[in-house]
């Protein structure tokens, strides 16, 4: 069972490489699996697309539930070839992946010049300064389509 994790593995680390060498995004590359079957390899596009949400993961994810026409990739396993950062890790969720693999750590990550520890210092709690002013505001502007949703009778929940 290992060694069909690397062959998956490997395809990630050939997709990244291939994306390095075009200058399209950083060191990072991801492959969806569903039934055996690849369903989606992709690296990270940051640089050539200008979205900065366009890493590995989540353009696997959204080439993934393109093919298969569902976002519910439950069945699916993702592999990645070094651990998500928070928001690829999200997406994972979001998608409802129950399996993840990946090769490198964030630290491995962070020594390459990718440090997301701010992140999750954020998200813990623990972050000592701010690099974004958040205001909450406008919340009866924005409640009733809320409402309207929670009323909605033919709603497809996610």
């Known amino acids: ?22 200058n399209e995004g950083g060191p990072f ?7 055996g079957e690849l369903i989606a390899l992709a690296h990270n596009e940051v640089l050539k697309t200008n979205d900065p949400t366009a890493h590995a993961e989540v353009v696997a994810i959204r080439q993934a539930a ?26 994972a969720y979001w998608a409802k992946i129950k399996v ?7 630290h491995d990550a962070a020594q390459a010049g990718f ?17 974004m002013q958040t205001l909450q505001i406008g919340r009866d502007l924005c409640l009733p389509v ?7 009778g033919d709603k497809t929940l996610y």
């Open 29 to 35: 590359g991801a492959a969806i699996v569903c039934g």
């Open 115 to 131: 440090d997301d520890a701010f992140i999750y210092d954020v998200l813990e709690g623990k972050a000592t300064e701010k690099r």
């Open 146 to 152: 809320f409402e309207l949703w929670q009323k909605k």
């Open 1 to 22: 069972m290992e060694d069909k994790h690397l062959h998956y593995l490997q395809l990630a680390a050939e997709e990244a490489q291939k994306g390095v060498l075009q």
């Open 66 to 91: 393109a093919k298969l026409k569902r976002f519910d990739l439950s069945d699916c396993i993702l592999y990645a070839t070094c651990e998500p950062c928070p928001m690829c890790l999200s997406a």
């Open 100 to 106: 993840l693999i990946y090769a490198c750590t964030r």
